[in-house]
């Protein structure tokens, strides 16, 4: 699904009052500078087992956001995970948490955001909450909001923004 890039800034600039902006903790890992889509969210910790039953079923151009705790000590997302999200066409991935296989994930079609790497594989215990609301980097994310990403940050609105429609001359 190919999407228009939608700038963060611009959106802020028209809808100010319709968004929220998360802190600048993230980094940037693939090679889409850009993603955006409907919210599908996990809460985890050190255990990615619901992260790739996630990726495997959530819907083509979704995001997910994966609360992992801020844990830097086991990687939430890996190049097999990261390949799955490509191959079902999912707009992008942000993570509370760590990934690892950055260099191959770099050269993969996927935009995620994390707090940084780490070479530790995930626990496998299954444990976790799937489509609650989970608030981290100063943001509430709610599974169906809309997330928009950039090279300027991560922005967050209760439904889909537009500067292609009415909306944005009230």
Known sequence: MKRTPVFTADLCDHFPDKVQITESIFKRFGNKRSFNGPIHTLKVFEDNTLVKRALQTIPTGSVLVI???????????G?????????????????YGCIRDSAQINEMAIGIL??????????????????????FAGALFEPGSYLYADEDGVIVSKKPLSLHTEETHS
Do not use: C, F, W, Y
């Not at 190049?79 to 942000?94: E, K, P, W, Y």
């Open 79 to 95: 190049d097999n995970l990261a390949q799955i999200a490509v191959n079902r066409q999912l707009s992008g991935i942000l993570v």
């Open 67 to 77: 609360d992992g705790g801020g844990s830097t000590q086991r990687a939430l997302i």
């Open 114 to 135: 994390a707090l940084g790497t780490t070479p530790m594989k995930s626990l496998k215990l299954g444990k976790g909450i799937e489509n609650i609301p989970v608030h």
